[in-house]
Nanobody
Framework: VQLQASGGGLVQAGGSLRLSCAAS???????MGWFRQAPGKEREFVAT???????YYADPVKGRFTISRDNVKNTVWLQMNSLKPEDTAVYYC????????????????WGQGTQVTVSS
């Protein structure tokens, strides 16, 4: 599975961005997730969605971010609203086969990152 993330950019605090991740290859049964890495910090879990669209979020983004997927288009999105400067990071999409996980090392497939910068 190859993943291609896009949609990052510069936005003011309170604004919105929508990230996309297009997958090529078989994604049936996978969890598709988003992680992020801020400068000087470890990469952290943001959200993940199962094949059947069960949703899981990290606490800092609950109520502001929405993950969704289209299994026909092989695409997952991350709608980010009410953005804060602390959301500034490189965002990565990832995929895993198997059970739910929010652990980075459990994800076998990774896309390149897309930069999100939120100005105050």
């Amino acid at each position: 599975v190859q993943l291609q993330a896009s949609g990052g950019g510069l936005v003011q605090a309170g604004g919105s961005l929508r990230l996309s991740c297009a997958a090529s290859g078989p994604t049936f049964g996978t969890y598709m997730g988003w992680f992020r890495q801020a400068p000087g910090k470890e990469r952290e879990f943001v959200a993940t969605i199962s094949w059947s669209s069960n949703l899981y979020y990290a606490d800092p983004v609950k109520g502001r971010f929405t993950i969704s997927r289209d299994n026909v288009k092989n695409t997952v999105w991350l709608q980010m609203n009410s953005l804060k400067p602390e959301d500034t990071a490189v965002y990565y999409c990832a995929a895993r086969r198997g059970l739910y996980s929010r652990v980075e090392k459990d994800y076998e497939y990774w896309g390149q990152g897309t930069q999100v910068t939120v100005s105050s």
